[in-house]
């Protein structure tokens, strides 16, 4: 009886991390999509691209905040001392004001987290 709990409970417990992962993963076609409707209005993403109203967003993913070159960041993203991973964008991406309290990004976020993390996948690619 309680071998078959155990290997119940370990069957759930793989299915749970098997699906957890897949979906964290996020689809880079959709990503695109959002951010060509969402995010492209104030942000490029291409290599060496000049900033819009938001700085260019190529390479992202392993940067610090505040580091991309010529864009004037609001003094709470230069405080903020963050590492842009597939967390902290996808804490940041959820609701940025709320998540860097003086951010001069005017954007109320991505409620849902399949959008975030289609999104963060999409921004991955560009490295």
Not at 20 to 41: L, N, P, Q, W
Not at 76 to 84: F, G, N, R, S
Not at 101 to 109: A, D, I, L, R, S
Not at 111 to 119: A, I, N
Request: charged share 30%; net charge positive.
């Amino acid at each position: 009886m309680m071998k078959m709990k155990l290997m119940t409970l370990g069957l759930s417990l793989a299915l749970s991390l098997t699906a957890t992962s897949a979906f964290a993963d996020g689809d880079a076609a959709k990503g695109e999509k959002i951010f060509k409707r969402k995010c492209m209005s104030c942000h490029t993403i291409e290599e060496g691209a000049g900033a819009k109203i938001g700085p260019n967003l190529f390479g992202i993913t392993g940067k610090k905040s505040a580091s991309v070159e010529g864009y004037n960041y609001s003094k709470a993203m230069k405080d903020a001392d963050l590492v842009w991973d597939k967390q902290t964008l996808d804490d940041y991406l959820k609701k940025p004001r709320d998540y860097v309290k003086g951010t001069k990004m005017g954007f109320v976020g991505l409620k849902k987290e399949s959008e975030r993390q289609d999104v963060i996948t999409y921004l991955e690619t560009f490295k």
